[in-house]
């Protein structure tokens, strides 16, 4: 069976220092991968999302970028974060095109401090 | 703008009651999803109607899809405790497109 894994579950970063959010999947190849953030008690925002190694397409401009150096890895950075940064990272993937079921990570809570 | 809105925003009932929250979306659609959210946790899918489908059952959930008013509805019976979450609706945005844009969401709480 699929699986997605995320991590770190939580991180507490100063602005202005690095990101790195690693998601991987197993059990499934060549998944459509995306990365969303949701603010506390709102709706999800697509950030990221890619359908092979080293296709990302970006949704919202911002000093965000993912990188998916494998099938399965998906990876999403910074390299100076910012207060408005802060919030819940959910890693998905899914089987497609088209998408149909997408599968949800644990999520990564973030607090930039 | 979203995709889809859900509404209402927040809804509280007696458990053992029926829940119904709705979903409006803005596109043609070949697919519309319901996702739940416990809180803190990731999305869990529960239940996909397609766009030639009207109606829909799983367990205590019932979904409908009306196109022509670009509307959702997904109805849970006989609510329980556990039903507490968040619960949100998500379309592909165009026909045969690599994402899905998610709703607003409904926060569901079951009162004991």
């Known amino acids: 069976s699929q699986t997605i894994h995320q991590w770190p579950a939580t991180l507490v970063q100063p602005v202005g220092s690095p990101l790195s959010l690693e998601c991987t999947v197993e059990?499934?190849?060549?998944?459509?991968l995306y990365w969303y953030r949701q603010a506390a008690g709102r709706g999800l925002q697509l950030l990221f999302y890619?359908?092979?190694?080293?296709?990302i397409s970006s949704e919202v401009p911002q000093n965000l970028s993912a990188s998916r150096p494998q099938d399965r890895q998906f990876i999403l950075s910074s390299k100076k974060l910012l207060l408005s940064d802060s919030g819940f990272y959910l890693c998905?993937?899914?089987?497609?095109?088209?998408?149909?079921?997408?599968?949800f990570g644990p999520g990564t809570r973030l607090l930039v401090l | 703008s979203q995709q889809g809105e859900e509404d209402p925003q927040a809804l509280s009932i007696q458990e053992g009651e029926n829940a119904t929250m709705n979903c409006s979306y803005k596109t043609s659609i070949n697919n519309l999803q319901w996702y739940r959210q416990n809180s803190g946790r990731g999305l869990v899918h529960l239940i996909l109607?397609?766009?030639?489908?009207r109606e829909k059952h799983s367990g205590r959930l019932r979904v409908t899809l009306d196109t022509s008013k670009k509307s959702s509805s997904l109805l849970i019976t006989a609510s329980r405790a556990a039903d507490t979450a968040s619960y949100f609706c998500a379309t592909p945005p165009n026909f045969g497109n690599e994402k899905l844009t998610f709703g607003t969401g409904t926060r569901l709480t079951i009162i004991p």
């Open positions: 890619s359908v092979g190694i080293g296709q």
């Open positions: 059990g499934t190849s060549n998944p459509n």
């Open positions: 109607i397609r766009s030639n489908e």
């Open positions: 998905a993937w899914s089987a497609g095109p088209p998408v149909e079921t997408q599968y």
